[in-house]
Nanobody, 123 residues
Framework: QVQLVESGGGLVQAGGSLRLSCAAS????????MGWFRQAPGKEREFVAT????????SYADFVKGRFTISRDSAQTMVYLQMNSLKPEDTAVYYC????????????????WGQGTQVTVSS
């Protein structure tokens, strides 16, 4: 099993920045990739960004390209999401997730989930 704990959410004004962190523990050697997802009230959980654990290959949803950056520190088993130029529509609960296979970026492709951290962007 892999345990994931997010931190760093909060309230920020539009145009501001936040950095989310995700600490992984347990069988981290089994992780193939880590991802960030978000879920706004009344909406489905959606993919935000992903990075492979070893190679550092990244991928982003179109709506965050150029604003968000995912990074990882495999030595400390941490994954980060730097969020810049935040918009009110970025308001959501952000989840860290891990998968142990080379699969896609649908939520069902991920095996392990954190509890989520709230990000609220005011206009």
């Amino acid at each position: 099993q892999v345990q994931l704990v997010e931190s760093g959410g909060g309230l920020v004004q539009a145009g501001g920045s936040l950095r989310l962190s995700c600490a992984a523990s347990g069988r981290t050697f089994s992780i193939y990739a880590m991802g960030w997802f978000r879920q706004a009230p009344g909406k489905e959980r959606e993919f935000v960004a992903t990075t492979t654990w070893s190679g550092g290959s990244t991928s982003y949803a179109d709506f965050v390209k150029g604003r968000f950056t995912i990074s990882r520190d495999s030595a400390q088993t941490m994954v980060y999401l730097q969020m810049n130029s935040l918009k009110p529509e970025d308001t959501a609960v952000y989840y860290c997730a891990a998968r142990n296979r080379a699969r896609g970026n649908h939520p069902n492709d991920y095996n392990f989930w954190g509890q989520g951290t709230q990000v609220t962007v005011s206009s």
